[in-house]
Nanobody, 119 residues
Framework: QVQLIESGGGLVQAGGSLRLSCAASGRAYAMGWFRQAPGKEREFVAT????????IYADSVKGRFTISRDNAKNTVYLQMNSLKPEDTAVYYC???????????????WGQGTQVTVSS
């Protein structure tokens, strides 16, 4: 069992930046971020494999968000720049053994952290 704890969410103005962190209690091959806005389904944001040389980004965040990980700390990060109001959502960290953009391929989930972008 791997526990995930997210941090770094908050309120920011459009155009601003935030960095989310997700600390895992153990190792996982793939770690990623998903988000869910009110009334919408959970959607993929970004993921990367253990070595960090394979990454996938959702089209909506390409060029603005950067995912990275520090395996010595079992931590994954999401640097979010040029934030837009439509990025407002609860952001969830996920971990598992399959590198995928599909939520049900992940075995472990964090509790979520709120990101609110004001216009």
């Amino acid at each position: 069992q791997v526990q995930l704890i997210e941090s770094g969410g908050g309120l920011v103005q459009a155009g601003g930046s935030l960095r989310l962190s997700c600390a895992a209690s153990g190792r996982a091959y793939a770690m990623g971020w998903f988000r869910q806005a009110p009334g919408k389904e959970r959607e993929f944001v970004a993921t990367l494999n253990w070595s960090g040389d394979r990454l996938i980004y959702a089209d909506s965040v390409k060029g603005r968000f950067t995912i990275s990980r520090d395996n010595a700390k079992n931590t994954v990060y999401l640097q979010m720049n040029s934030l837009k109001p439509e990025d407002t959502a609860v952001y969830y960290c996920a971990a598992g053994w399959k590198y995928s953009a599909v939520p049900n391929q992940y075995d472990y989930w964090g509790q979520g952290t709120q990101v609110t972008v004001s216009s």
